[in-house]
Every structure is written in structure tokens, then in C-alpha cells.
């Protein structure tokens, strides 16, 4: 039975969805989660943003308390190609806004303390369902905090609010890639945020 049919049937029987497994998924009938722009994940991003933010905020992760009062650094969430091709959508606090918005470059040097929060939508188009993913967390440290990872330290929090284990290097592995651009990926240009 598809996701909009069992809605469709709760909803005439006056049955609430909230709390079921399918609290977290929104449906959408792309076949490639590349092709989602616009409009279509607009209304995936309105379906799930309440979801996100409630199952992130189930555990005690400081980030995911505060977050979404940071800057965001672009209009809607994007599928990048990073992260398992999920739907990115990113935002930063205020150490790391104003280096992080300028998206330059060349020369990036991001200040101890700067955070970046990456919620992420996992697009099931087998399911046709948009489903929440984790909460990805770049924290820059201090001098000498990561030595291995240029001073970031990478975690995640699962959707239901648990820590997510994080291997160092498997992240860093990535992210050194984008070495001049302060080993920050950004978000794709037509979706960023003007400055």
C-alpha cells in the first residue's frame, strides 16, 4: 500500500499518524533523488521539517536544541552527491556565519568555535518517501583540538535523537578534499543564500 493511500485511509477514519513508523516520512514520486528541485522539495521540506527537529531534539545533544535559530546558509534543502545523496540543508552559528556565507574559495579559515549543522533527508524512491536522516555537526576546535582533522570535529545525531557513532577520518577523508576552502563543503550555488 503506498504512503499517501495509508494518509489518505487514516485520515478518514479520524486516526492520527503521530508516533507510527510513518511519522518520518513525507511522500514524493521521484526516480532519482538528483532531479528533486524547486517546488518538489519545498513541499518534502514542509512536510518534514517539524519531524526532523522532534526526532533530533528526542536526545540531548546541544546542537540540535539550538540550531535552527542559526543563519541558514541556503533556501531549501539540495541533493548534493556528500552524505549518502541525501537532501542537505545547512545552517550556521554565529561564530561561523560570516566566513562560512561568503562561500569562498580559496584562503578559508574558519574560527575556533565555528559550528555547522547539516540536517539530511534521505530520498527512499523505491518507497516513494522522503524519510529524516541524521544531523550531521561540524564543530571547529580550538588549536591543536583535532590535529588530524585541521581542528574540526565531526558527529551526528540519529532521527530518533541517539548519538550517531562517527568515525574521525572517515569523515575528515572527505572534507580535506575541499583543503583551501577551510575543508567546509557548501551548499549548491543555486540554492545558497545571498549575502
Known amino acids: 500500500m503506498k504512503f499517501r493511500t495509508i494518509l489518505a485511509a487514516a485520515a478518514i477514519?479520524?486516526?492520527?499518524?503521530?508516533?507510527?513508523?510513518?511519522?518520518?516520512?513525507c511522500a514524493t514520486d521521484v526516480e532519482d533523488a538528483f532531479d528533486l528541485e524547486g517546488a518538489a522539495m519545498d513541499e518534502i521540506y514542509a512536510c518534514i521539517k517539524d519531524k526532523l527537529i522532534e526526532g533530533y531534539q528526542k536526545g540531548d545533544n546541544e546542537v540540535a536544541a539550538v540550531y535552527r535559530d542559526w543563519a541558514p546558509t541556503q533556501i531549501r534543502p539540495a541533493v548534493a552527491g556528500p552524505h549518502g545523496n541525501r537532501a542537505l540543508n545547512t545552517f550556521a552559528n554565529d561564530i561561523a556565519a560570516e566566513?562560512?556565507?561568503?562561500?569562498?574559495?580559496?584562503?578559508v579559515v574558519m574560527p575556533a568555535g565555528s559550528v555547522l549543522a547539516k540536517e539530511s533527508i534521505r530520498i527512499n524512491t523505491k518507497k516513494n518517501i522522503a524519510q529524516s536522516g541524521p544531523l550531521f555537526i561540524m564543530t571547529k576546535g580550538e588549536a591543536g583540538a583535532a590535529p588530524d582533522a585541521n581542528d574540526w570535529i565531526y558527529?551526528?545525531?540519529?532521527?530518533?535523537?541517539?548519538?550517531m557513532k562517527?568515525?574521525?577520518s572517515f569523515c575528515h577523508n572527505c572534507h580535506s578534499g575541499f583543503a583551501d576552502q577551510g575543508d567546509l563543503g557548501y551548499p549548491l550555488e543555486d540554492v545558497r543564500v545571498s549575502n
Open 155 to 163: 558527529s551526528a545525531v540519529q532521527p530518533n535523537g541517539k548519538p
Open 166 to 168: 562517527i568515525k574521525q
Open 99 to 107: 566566513q562560512y556565507l561568503k562561500f569562498e574559495e580559496e584562503g
Open 13 to 25: 477514519a479520524g486516526v492520527s499518524m503521530t508516533g507510527s513508523a510513518f511519522a518520518a516520512d
